[in-house]
């Protein structure tokens, strides 16, 4: 009603903060409605650890979503708590902390789930020259309770 009679949109508002150097995650159409912005920030130097910085909008479930992380193998996810829950109506930011055992690029991987809809966004890390990891081969890999097919990126 409010947008009808010509007030701005509040959502319109929160899109001109920030956020707008952040990289937008793609999302597939059925995904569970939580937006994630992110940015990958380079390290001093080599060796050290690599903050991401994570921001999470459009939670409409009021008993909020449910975000966890899931580093690759050679990417190590330095906070000690790998999920959290995101308030519904808010912009939730959250800086992660992770370290590398090799160069190239490794991902951290973001399910979201609100509304009983999980989703996952793959956030690309590069550390070093940045060359690609061997292609899959398309085979099945299991890690823990979670199985998934591994695929390669195109640049």
């Excluded at 990289?23 to 597939?28: C, D, E, G, H, Q």
Aim: hydrophobic content about 40%; aromatic content about 4%.
């Amino acid at each position: 009603m409010a947008v009808a009679q010509g007030t701005a949109d509040p959502s319109s508002e929160r899109k001109t903060t920030p956020a707008m150097s952040m990289n937008v995650a793609t999302t597939k159409s059925n995904h569970p409605g939580v937006v994630l912005r992110y940015l990958v920030e380079a390290p001093p130097d080599s060796g050290a650890s690599i903050v991401v910085q994570l921001e999470f909008d459009g939670v409409t479930d009021l008993s909020g979503a449910v975000v966890r992380l899931k580093a690759d193998e050679g990417l190590l996810i330095g906070d000690a708590s790998t999920t959290r829950t995101l308030p519904a109506g808010e912009i939730t930011s959250w800086s992660v902390s992770v370290s590398h055992t090799g160069a190239g690029i490794r991902y951290l991987h973001v399910f979201t789930t609100q509304h009983g809809i999980t989703s996952i966004a793959s956030v690309p890390v590069t550390v070093g020259s940045g060359s690609l990891l061997p292609p899959s081969d398309g085979q099945l890999k299991i890690s823990g309770d979670e199985k998934f097919i591994a695929l390669p990126v195109r640049p």
